[in-house]
């Protein structure tokens, strides 16, 4: 924009010059200013004396500086766009290829955006894939891992590393694009935990034919939530204030017992001595096929594959994951603080 505006200033000074001091009009003036500023080698619309050819030098001067200008600095804004964007994407192609055990979040909406908030607030890793490049920028603002492309596309999901993740959110506004999002994802990692949005009852029960481990409505959910705020409100506080937020003093987290590396497997709780020794309270039980134990109580027998979902503070949980060794398939995350 300064070397346009130099250029022009260049321009106006010829012109004025040639007319008032040379005599010209301003046609002939403005054509002579052009001619010199071009470097076109044209011969002189009048002739001209010492004084005017002096003039007319240093006008050729002040347009070459003016012009060069205008040529490097959109040079530089081209070349350095490219190699700009060309960086950024091998960047966000060894961040992609570097994510393991990660969470893939599909669609970056008003759903999504609370998704991404309570991922980043646990510290996990997690990437987003959204087509919408306005959305993505503005991920990108917030400070997320996210990908501009189709979800429903085998291509884009391996891109974000789908064979090496732990699970996949499809939170799209449309059922059959999240329908899509679940066949895809279990085809290329079988064993991924697949989440997906349903806007209908009818939609719930394809997602889940279609393979989706939990197929969550939000109206369905919403309607529930609400019903229980008007009913038991203490309740509903003390609920939210354990599952999310960042400023919370008590957390629930689930373990799962490894045989091989979980010293307490066959035990039972009251054997085990969790309670006593790290002050996290194990809320219920798991079992490998399924079956929920709420309030486990003392003689409850602890088996191979069970998880424990325990709430406590976050050191006591931390503490709690020491003593149940090294599980591989759920490290307890560190709460990050606001």
């Known amino acids: ?42 011969s002189e619309t009048h002739p001209l004396g010492n004084r005017g050819r002096l003039f007319t030098i240093a006008l050729i001067l002040m347009g070459v500086i003016s012009i060069g200008y205008i040529v490097n600095r959109f040079t530089e804004a081209v070349i350095q766009g490219y190699f700009q964007e060309g960086i950024r994407l091998q960047q966000q192609k060894r961040l992609m290829e570097s994510l393991s055990e990660h969470y893939i979040l599909c669609g970056f909406n008003r759903t999504g955006r609370q998704i991404a908030k309570e991922f980043a607030a646990e510290g996990v890793p997690f990437a987003v894939i959204d087509s919408s490049l306005e959305r993505v920028q503005k991920g990108q603002q917030e400070g997320y891992t996210i990908y501009q492309g189709d979800a429903t596309l085998d291509e884009t999901l391996i891109r974000v590393g789908v064979a090496k993740a732990t699970c996949i959110v499809a939170a799209l506004p449309s059922d059959a694009e999240n329908l899509y999002i ?6 290329l990692n079988p064993l991924i935990r697949a989440i997906a949005r349903a806007s209908t009852e009818e939609a719930l029960q394809k997602l889940q034919r279609g393979g989706a481990d939990v197929v969550i409505s939000p109206y369905i959910t919403g309607g529930k939530r609400m019903a229980s705020a008007a009913l038991r409100p203490q309740v509903m506080d003390f609920v939210d204030g354990i599952i999310s937020g960042t400023d919370r003093q008590l957390y629930v987290e689930e373990f799962l017992l490894d045989p091989s590396v979980c010293p307490i497997v066959g035990q039972t709780l009251h054997n085990a001595k969790l309670r006593p020794q790290t002050g996290a309270l194990v809320l219920a039980i798991r079992r490998l096929d399924g079956k929920l134990i709420g309030g486990p109580n003392g003689n409850t027998i602890l088996m191979p594959g069970d998880t424990l979902i325990c709430m406590g503070t976050a050191e006591q949980l931390r503490i709690l994951n020491r003593i149940l060794g090294p599980i591989a398939s759920k490290q307890l995350r560190k709460p990050k603080t606001s």
């Open 182 to 187: 679940v066949l895809s994802s279990k085809t």
């Open 1 to 42: 924009m300064a070397g346009v505006v130099a250029l022009a200033g260049v321009f106006l000074v010829g012109t004025l010059w040639y007319s008032l001091v040379e005599g010209w009009s301003l046609a002939d003036s403005a054509y002579m200013t052009i001619i010199t500023l071009a470097t076109v080698g044209y």
